[in-house]
């Protein structure tokens, strides 16, 4: 199901086209973060890996820009892209065993203005909501994290997961639920 294309993802794609370095930056610095964490949901070792996808999806976006056809939303051809880019991954990886010593990266708190103590509990309470995002189910998980960090819609997740709209509705009720009641019944509020 596609969807109408955006005027702004229009203005980026034909900035893209000719080659402005400026559009692909904000497009970079707009989506990454939720792309990363996206390909990290799906590529769960080596913690590499899924800086490596999106940066691949980045640079092939940059090499083929000329030629690049987006029909819908900008965003859900990113998330589509990275998401085979990691299956692609995910394939090479049963080849080849895992390392191990490889692990995830630590999130760092973009709040460099709180002082030592906001500063702490910023980052204890980052790693608790990060620690109940991680409990919540697979699908549920995934559906969270494409709204809240991808911004992507209902009905764009419900297209490139391959699920009804009301399944989407659902796992973000289901989700929004266990955070708020875990969070309240542990104090925080």
């Known amino acids: 199901m596609a969807f109408p294309i955006s005027a702004s993802d229009k203005q980026f794609l034909?900035?893209?086209a000719l080659?402005?370095?400026?559009?692909?930056?904000a497009l970079f610095t707009r989506h990454y973060a939720g792309l990363l964490r996206y390909a990290a949901t799906l590529l769960r070792y080596p913690s590499d890996a899924a800086e490596d996808v999106v940066a691949e999806v980045?640079?092939?976006?940059?090499?083929q820009r000329a030629q690049l056809a987006v029909a819908g939303s900008l965003a859900a051809y990113l998330y589509t892209?990275?998401?085979y880019r990691?299956?692609?991954r995910l394939r090479?990886?049963?080849r080849t065993p895992l390392d191990a010593a490889d692990e995830l990266p630590l999130a760092?708190?973009?709040?460099?203005h709180l002082q030592p103590d906001e500063l702490l509990a910023f980052q204890e309470l980052s790693a608790h909501v990060g620690h109940l995002i991680g409990q919540l189910p697979e699908r549920t998980r995934q559906v969270f994290q494409l709204h809240r960090d991808g911004g992507l819609t209902y009905e764009e997740m419900a297209g490139l997961l391959g699920i009804s709209i009301n399944s989407v509705k659902t796992h973000m009720?289901?989700?929004l639920r266990f955070l708020k009641s875990t969070l309240y019944a542990s104090g925080v509020q």
């Open 14 to 16: 034909a900035a893209l």
């Open 19 to 25: 080659g402005n370095e400026a559009a692909f930056e």
């Open 58 to 63: 980045f640079g092939t976006i940059w090499a």
């Open 81 to 83: 892209a990275v998401k």
């Open 86 to 88: 990691a299956f692609d």
């Open 92 to 94: 090479e990886q049963r």
């Open 108 to 112: 760092q708190p973009e709040a460099a």
């Open 173 to 175: 009720f289901r989700a």
